[in-house]
């Protein structure tokens, strides 16, 4: 099955960028495997793919060592507190939602020096949802540059999770905003090469507006499997 669905969100993204004049490999498949264990992982793995995104950091972590014989690359797309960034800094390579110096500054400090630096992306609220995380999008410009300086990290770019859109049209605006905030950044000096925007509903919206990298978890491992 996972196979199959690898194929067919493949096969999504190809024809997204051929109607919007893009290369398909301008954007990352990044596959989220929370709550789905190793050998799931496993199987998308023998398809193919190579970066997954976890959004619950204790799991994560033990799901990594169970694989540590494989060559992945793993994405924290979860909220970080406090008291799990030394996990992130020491295990992920990639957090993709950063919204804080503070956590930044943890990151940096608790990042082992034997590993590359830890690749970032400031997850950016950039429809006010009123349950989402993120800074305001006013916001942004003085984090990333905060961001920036420190030698232990690397920012990358923007992530965002938008409230659902009701059609392909407003999907596009959204994610047109998180664009524009984008350039305005790269404008201003930043060396930023990733828009982390997209899942399984929004995929070709993303993809139209510039994303480089989706994050797809249902359309690749089907319903998410929760503890009773």
Known sequence: MIVDNLQRVRSRIVQACSACGRSEQEVVLLAVSKTFGAAAVREAYAAGQTAFGENYIQEAVEKIAALADLPL???CIGPIQSNKTRLVAQHFDWAHTVDRFKTAQR?????????????????VNIDGGPTKAGVAPTEVLALAQQIAGLPRLRLRGLMTIPE????????????QRTRQLFDALQSSGLALDTLSMGMSADLEAAVQCGSSMVRIGSAIFGGRQYPA
């Not at 990151?107 to 997850?123: F, G, K, S, Y």
Request: aromatic share 6%.
């Open 73 to 75: 690359q793993w994405h």
């Open 107 to 123: 990151l940096n400090d608790q990042r082992p020096p034997e590993r590359a630096a830890l690749n970032v992306c400031i997850q």
């Open 164 to 175: 659902p859109a009701a059609d392909f049209a407003a999907a596009c605006a959204v994610h």
